[in-house]
């Protein structure tokens, strides 16, 4: 059987309440976790406070909590992930912010002071704002952006989580492109 095929019975499994299956799923797509992890992480700061292996960790630990999920295919797990791990980074520059603007004050020797650009954690709240407000009238792109950005999904693989042809995706992702760009220029 293949890993995918694998990892896709063992989904199925953990859907019906085999909890070893989840303990066998885990060094599957640990790796594959990893590599959407780093994809997210070289988008922010470097000297961000949440290092790869935390962000993995913390994902893994929300997707445990995911009990409402029919689990049907690889591609569906590894876009469940990219979703969490990206509302795990969004709350974490919403955090950074409100302790921006004193919501955490912490006393800092100036030795252990280092510099640190907030300029990643906007553009990625501007981000998640236009992506909400295109998911307003195009849940659709809003997804596929997701899926294909911060999941790092190919097209293939985002038309089988969403259920649509790979032509629809590359048209979809890049009108959603297009409007992103539009709307973060403003």
Not at 42 to 50: D, F
Not at 155 to 171: D, K, Q, R, Y
Request: aromatic share 6%; glycine share 4%.
């Amino acid at each position: 059987m293949s890993q995918d095929g694998e990892i896709t019975e063992l989904l199925a499994a953990w859907r019906e309440g085999d909890e070893t299956s989840l303990e066998r799923l885990l060094p599957l797509v640990e790796t594959e976790l990893r590599r959407l992890a780093r994809g997210y992480m070289r988008r922010e700061n470097p000297n961000h406070t949440l290092q790869t292996t935390a962000l993995v960790n913390e994902a893994f630990l929300k997707l445990v909590d995911q009990t409402r999920i029919s689990w049907q295919n690889r591609a569906q797990f590894f876009g469940v992930c990219a979703q969490i791990m990206r509302r795990i980074l969004i709350n974490h520059a919403r955090e950074r912010r409100a302790a921006k603007r004193g919501g955490d004050v912490e006393v800092v020797c100036l030795d252990d002071a280092h510099v640190i650009s907030p300029e990643k954690s906007e553009m990625l709240l501007a981000l998640d704002e236009a992506l909400e407000r295109l998911a307003e009238f195009d849940p659709n792109k809003s997804r596929i952006v997701e899926l294909r950005y911060f999941g790092g999904l190919t097209i293939e693989e985002t038309a089988e989580v969403l259920g649509i042809s790979p032509p629809t995706v590359s048209l979809h992702w890049r009108l959603a492109r297009a409007w992103l760009r539009e709307e973060l220029s403003r």
